[in-house]
């Protein structure tokens, strides 16, 4: 997701492969980490309904437990705000490039924001969101 928003950072030629290889590093130490974690701390692994929980709690008790909970949710959180926040600049993108409807590009006079391009992704957003349900049938 990181590559949609390019066009507003300064050079993206230059910084954006960077940034993206710093991600990506970050993300496999912290996974690799994880996994020593696991390792170390919970032998059966493989049978746990939820291992990160189940370690945590091992190695730190019912506040590892709730340090991890807490965690989840602001990883979910975080997760959710950049995918919102990315898609809502496809459209636009789209628009600017004459993939869809020009009145889509439109940028509002006073917020300088792909305002219609926003109601459009957020109504689809909300439209989905309603049709679908998490819990399994």
Same mark, same amino acid.
């Given at each position: 997701? =990181?590559? +949609?928003? $390019? /066009?507003?950072?300064?050079?993206?030629?230059? &910084? *954006?492969?960077?940034?993206? %290889?710093?991600?990506?590093?970050?993300?496999?130490?912290?996974?690799?980490?994880?996994?020593?974690?696991?390792?170390?701390?919970?032998?059966?692994?493989?049978?746990?309904?939820?291992?990160?929980?189940?370690?945590?709690?091992?190695?730190?008790?019912?506040?590892?437990? =709730?340090? +991890?909970? $807490? /965690?989840?949710?602001?990883?979910?959180?975080? &997760? *959710?705000?950049?995918?919102? %926040?990315?898609?809502?600049?496809?459209?636009?993108?789209?628009?600017?490039?004459?993939?869809?409807?020009?009145?889509?590009?439109?940028?509002?006079?006073?917020?300088?924001?792909?305002?219609?391009?926003?109601?459009?992704?957020?109504?689809?957003?909300?439209?989905?969101?309603?049709?679908?349900?998490?819990?399994?049938?």
């Amino acid at each position: 997701m =990181a590559t +949609i928003p $390019a /066009g507003e950072v300064r050079d993206p030629k230059r &910084n *954006l492969p960077h940034a993206l %290889l710093i991600a990506i590093a970050v993300v496999a130490f912290v996974y690799i980490l994880i996994q020593v974690v696991w390792r170390g701390t919970l032998p059966g692994l493989a049978e746990s309904q939820k291992p990160l929980a189940d370690a945590s709690m091992q190695f730190m008790g019912a506040v590892g437990g =709730a340090i +991890i909970s $807490a /965690g989840a949710i602001i990883s979910i959180t975080g &997760n *959710l705000n950049i995918l919102v %926040l990315s898609v809502l600049g496809v459209p636009f993108a789209m628009a600017e490039q004459e993939q869809l409807p020009s009145f889509i590009a439109r940028v509002h006079r006073r917020f300088s924001t792909p305002h219609v391009a926003i109601l459009i992704s957020a109504g689809l957003m909300l439209l989905f969101t309603l049709k679908s349900s998490f819990a399994k049938r």
